[in-house]
């Protein structure tokens, strides 16, 4: 089975958390090919710490270096709203035949029915959750039945999760805390080269 996983998030920053929950997916699902999707924020959206697209879409290829992962920019150069449907939709014409993994952690995956047209994303892709809290995986369990019932296909992964956030590495920054355990060395220098979220 051909399978591409799809890690779409704000990455503001990329952190060792995603990274993590990545490469276990990439092994549990045998994933042939892991795709980190940033999404796009309409300028004027822009929350004050939300570093630009540019800027998140480059950690992301600084993190994903030397990693068997791949950074695409499809969110960000579409522009406006990032629907989930629309990239899996966009996903599905370029690989037809491969089966489509979209991974998340346990916060968004507890939100997926408020998302754009659900009923696509369940069509279109096996959703592939893992816990983010110690209690996640019963939290993770109740709502895959749910979804099951509206047609969605579900994997959990009990994933030992790194309690690792982007808010955390951004509340670091700005009390001039020591990044390094948080994220890979190349994005540090790259947040600190860039004066990001002073
Ligand atoms: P913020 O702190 O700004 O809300 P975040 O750390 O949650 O950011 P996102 O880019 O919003 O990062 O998350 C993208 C995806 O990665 C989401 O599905 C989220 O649940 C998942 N995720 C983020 N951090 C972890 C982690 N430490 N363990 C497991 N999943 C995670």
Not at 10 to 20: D, M, Q, R, S
Not at 33 to 52: E, M, N, Q, S, W
Not at 147 to 161: E, F
Request: proline fraction near 7%.
């Amino acid at each position: 089975m051909n399978r591409i996983a799809i890690f779409g998030g704000t990455f503001n920053p990329i952190h060792n958390g995603h990274l993590h929950i990545a490469q276990q997916f990439q092994k549990q699902l045998r994933a042939q090919r892991v795709l980190f999707i940033p999404t796009f924020v309409p300028p004027h959206k822009r929350a004050p710490d939300l570093a630009p697209a540019e800027d998140r879409l480059e950690m992301c290829r600084l993190a994903c270096e030397g990693t068997p992962f791949e950074v695409s920019d499809l969110e960000i150069r579409r522009g406006g709203p990032s629907y989930t449907a629309e990239t899996l939709l966009a996903l599905k014409r370029e690989y037809p035949d491969a089966e489509l993994c979209f991974l998340t952690g346990e916060d968004m995956f507890l939100t997926l029915e408020t998302w754009y047209k659900p009923d696509v994303i369940y069509s279109l892709a096996t959703i592939c959750a893992a816990p983010r809290s110690t209690d996640g995986l019963e939290k993770l369990r109740a709502y895959a039945e749910k979804l099951a019932r509206h047609g969605a296909k579900v994997i959990l992964q009990n994933i030992d999760y790194l309690p690792v956030s982007s808010t955390m590495v951004r509340e670091a920054v700005r009390q001039n805390r020591a990044i390094d355990a948080l994220v890979p060395a190349e994005v540090a220098r790259y947040i600190r080269e860039n004066g990001l979220y002073h």
